[in-house]
C-alpha cells in the first residue's frame, strides 16, 4: 500500500493522521502544502478545496478528518486494514 500524505506544519489534525499512521506502522510519504511548490494546488484540483490532511492511498483521494469532528479513527482503521475500533470525544481519544 502507497500512502502519500498532505500536510501542513500548522495544522492539528496533520498532526494527528500522522501520528495515527506511525503508530499502525504504515509508512507514508509526507508532502507539505507550505514548502512544496503545486502542492496545495493539486489538492484544490483533486478535491475542490484548499484542505489538509489529505491521503492518497493507492492513487485513491481520501480526507481523513471531518471538520468540527477531527480524524476518523475509525473509518480510516477499516479503511486502511488495521481492525482497531475508535472512540473520540473532545477530550482525548479512547480505544
Same mark, same amino acid.
Given at each position: ?28 510519504? /509526507?508532502?507539505?502544502? %507550505? ?10 484540483? $483533486? +478535491? *475542490? ?24 479513527? /475509525?473509518?480510516?482503521? %477499516? ?10 470525544? $473532545? +477530550? *482525548?481519544?479512547?480505544?
Amino acid at each position: 500500500m502507497q500512502i502519500t500524505v498532505y500536510s501542513a506544519f500548522w495544522c492539528p489534525d496533520c498532526r494527528e493522521a500522522k501520528r495515527f499512521l506511525q503508530r499502525h506502522n504504515l509508512p507514508y510519504t /509526507e508532502i507539505d502544502i %507550505e514548502s512544496t511548490a503545486g502542492a496545495a494546488e493539486e489538492i484544490i484540483r $483533486r +478535491t *475542490g478545496k484548499r484542505a489538509v490532511p489529505q491521503f492518497v492511498v493507492d492513487g485513491e483521494w481520501i480526507q481523513p478528518y471531518r471538520p468540527g469532528e477531527g480524524f476518523l479513527y /475509525e473509518e480510516m482503521s %477499516e479503511r486502511l486494514g488495521v481492525g482497531e475500533r475508535w472512540l473520540s470525544n $473532545r +477530550t *482525548g481519544l479512547c480505544q
